[in-house]
């Protein structure tokens, strides 16, 4: 959401984002749809990986997403169009300086946003505010120490702990996934449900393979690695030996699994 | 299975593993059910946990359950009389020097069993030798390394790495969830299918923090603490600090999750 974003802006990272969109659609977003007419607040949409989704789940909803990024936004609105979507407005906005009045929305959509924040709950409190009454917020995140692969291997875990480090430095937190329970509800929201969904992957499954373990969980690793090298929080060689080790497991007898957490909450009656 | 059995064979051990069961039978066994008629082998049955499930849920099926100590079987005997079920017969036997024909059974049954073995895929090939071609068996393990909660702590990580190497010194493998892919792979079984069955539990579930986080998953780690520190594996002071913070990620703005994994599989036409 700033300069510190810590997966970058380059062609590879949006192709990354795509592949990720589409092997998570169904295990993210199956139980995610707005009523007609319903307004829904998509936060830090990027270049549109869930906006697309929200917009064809609920055809009959009206999308307003923003994102701090002009260019992100212009990808984004860009696909929009291309795919016939109509019911999506972009703009562009700071989520900590929203140009919306109180109660605005029906429901706000938050999707591998608040990791990257250095104050998650302010944020969450702030769209709460621009939430009606009894409306929902929806919030997806990760949560890379979830990872375990086989075969298990402790280089890989530092390689990932690096990444884990260079996005703490910059102010915000992997690891929020397994938070969203607590942070819910100190952000003042109710009936707070969490459900977690794994991405289990096994040789059963070739395509999950090649879609999250390489191109999407690895390529992230593998996207910090300059970051993490010149933050001196891990040796190259080390480094790279984790990555292989990431890609081991994802030869046909090795395991892969993450963990993605779903919190979805309503704003209280006044 | 043997004498290096690390959970122990204890009151309090029996408790934690009646909890176990009451907790998780759902999530665990709510897909497991056999056919009137069929002849289910149950292997290391303990003191009968699962047998009263299995039994339960298919009352017309016909359970051998067996295990290697006289002591569990006659508890898991008094508990399966005292339910009234009739479709259990108990025996002594160790899984590796089977008293059974080739192709005994319909059906194999494994529950928290493997993890204690030093030749799991020695194991699976026995028992796949006692099943009938097309026949299944259901392999359901853990992997105590798949376990991360909120807050996040090192020291209980360090608390629970050193069951890891405990139940490791003693031949066993507490990761061995992850890995019942290729493991049945390699056992030679078909149409291998495992999916993994998190517990995740937040202070919406005070009785998954009770029954679950407290008193089974942290009462386990606390059994393991005089082996543990008489293997030299950690400190005393280390291990405790270890334990209060796992009952800290029992409190209700805490979060914690296990993974369990279960396999599936068939045995391939002659």
Request: with cysteine; glycine share 6%.
């Given at each position: ?12 990272e ?8 589409g ?32 917009a ?59 990791e ?34 086989y ?9 990932i ?13 992997a690891?929020?996934g ?38 999407t ?12 090298i ?14 292989k ?9 090795g ?12 704003k209280?009656?006044?």
């Amino acid at each position: 959401m700033n300069d510190s974003y810590v997966h970058g802006y380059e062609a590879r990272e949006n192709e990354r984002l795509q592949d990720q969109a589409g092997a998570l659609v169904e295990l993210l977003h199956d139980d995610t749809t707005y009523p007609a007419g319903n307004l829904v607040l998509e936060v830090g949409c990027g270049v549109g990986a869930q906006t697309l989704i929200l917009a064809r789940r609920s055809p009959d909803a009206q999308f307003t997403s923003i994102d701090i990024s002009a260019e992100s936004l212009g990808r984004a609105e860009q696909k929009t169009a291309a795919a016939g979507l109509t019911n999506v407005k972009f703009e562009q906005a700071d989520i900590f300086d929203l140009p919306y009045k109180s109660e605005s929305f029906d429901h706000v959509f938050v999707c591998f946003v608040l990791e990257h924040l250095s104050h998650p709950r302010e944020a969450l409190m702030i769209l709460k505010n621009v939430l009606r009454p009894s409306g929902t917020i929806t919030v997806i995140e990760g949560d890379h120490a979830s990872t375990f692969f086989y075969p298990d291997n402790v280089v890989a875990h530092a390689a990932i702990q690096s990444l884990v480090k260079v996005q703490a430095q910059a102010g915000g937190n992997a690891l929020i996934g397994r938070q969203l329970y607590p942070l819910m509800l100190e952000a003042g929201f109710d009936d707070v449900k969490v459900s977690p969904r794994m991405v289990y992957v096994d040789g059963s499954r070739p395509d999950l393979i090649d879609a999250f373990t390489k191109k999407t969980f690895t390529a992230m690793i593998e996207g910090a690695r300059e970051s993490a090298i010149a933050a001196d929080l891990i040796d190259p060689e080390r480094f790279d030996e984790g990555v292989k080790a990431l890609y081991r497991a994802a030869e046909s007898d090795g395991v892969f699994c993450y963990t993605f957490f779903k919190a979805v909450a309503r704003k209280s009656e006044p």
